[in-house]
């Protein structure tokens, strides 16, 4: 499983790529929302992280066009911001037309807000690179969002979809609105090919009570060591 990082804040972007473990960013507008951005410095935002990260680094931003010819011409500007922007198109049926057009154009296309197989089936076909169905959005109505999760990773690994996507990539399932490192484990059992969480996830992730545990042991003895 490859980690991506959900926020648009550069310092919690620069702190996760030091870890060595990133391989790629994934923003929307309520994220760069949050961290006071505004309208007139969203290109040059995108091209921040995209220069944190390098090129290696998928870096998805986010159309709020409603229409389908409003949404290629705005993933084809966010395209130009560096070689490794992913437009980020939400699952509707003007975003599925976007999709097949971007895809036409060389631009890769990480469908969002997706929730179910026929969805996510969809937007394979339409050329989608990416596709995130999300977990925890599930939770917040009661209902199992891990299951629907399982279900769209099974059914898109049923069929090649290489002759809709960019170059014949094969098409990535990104386990979206991680709420918890227990999410994290779960997608990847189920195989989930990429899970995009919180810098707070992130760090929950790393961490473990054994662990802490284990270290204040060796840290109390080698002080008896030390004072011998």
Same mark, same amino acid.
């Given at each position: 499983m490859k980690f991506f990082l959900d926020t648009a804040d550069? =310092?919690?972007?620069? &702190?996760? /790529?030091?870890?060595? +473990? *990133?391989?790629? @960013?994934?923003?929307? %507008?309520? #994220?760069? +929302?949050? !961290?006071?951005?505004? #309208? =007139? =410095?969203?290109?040059?935002?995108?091209?921040?992280?995209?220069? !944190? @990260?390098? %090129? &290696?680094?998928? $870096?998805?931003?986010?159309? $709020? +066009?409603?229409?389908?010819?409003?949404? $290629? +011409?705005?993933? *084809?500007? #966010? /395209?130009e911001i560096a070689p490794n922007i992913v437009v980020k198109i939400p699952t509707m049926v003007e975003g599925l037309a976007a999709t097949k057009e971007l895809a036409k154009h060389g631009v890769p296309v990480n469908m969002t807000l997706c929730f179910s197989v026929p969805q996510a089936l969809l937007a394979a076909r339409a050329g989608a690179r990416y596709i995130s169905p999300f977990i925890g959005r599930f939770d917040d109505i009661s209902q199992d969002g891990l299951a629907e999760v399982g279900n769209i990773i099974a059914a898109i690994g049923n069929y090649d979809f290489s002759d809709s996507t960019v170059n014949g990539e094969q098409v990535e399932i990104i386990a979206a609105s991680i709420r918890s490192a227990n999410h994290v484990t779960q997608c990847a059992l189920m195989g989930a090919d990429i899970a995009t969480v919180p810098f707070g996830v992130l760090k929950k992730m790393v961490q473990h009570p054994l662990t802490d545990r284990g270290l204040d042991s060796f840290m109390k003895d080698w002080e008896k060591v030390q004072n011998a």
């Open positions: 550069l =310092d919690e972007i620069q &702190e996760a /790529a030091s870890w060595g +473990a *990133l391989a790629g @960013v994934t923003t929307n %507008p309520s #994220l760069y +929302a949050k !961290i006071g951005g505004k #309208l =007139d =410095d969203f290109h040059a935002h995108m091209k921040r992280i995209c220069d !944190i @990260v390098g %090129p &290696e680094c998928p $870096v998805s931003a986010e159309t $709020v +066009a409603m229409t389908r010819d409003e949404m $290629v +011409a705005d993933g *084809l500007k #966010l /395209a």
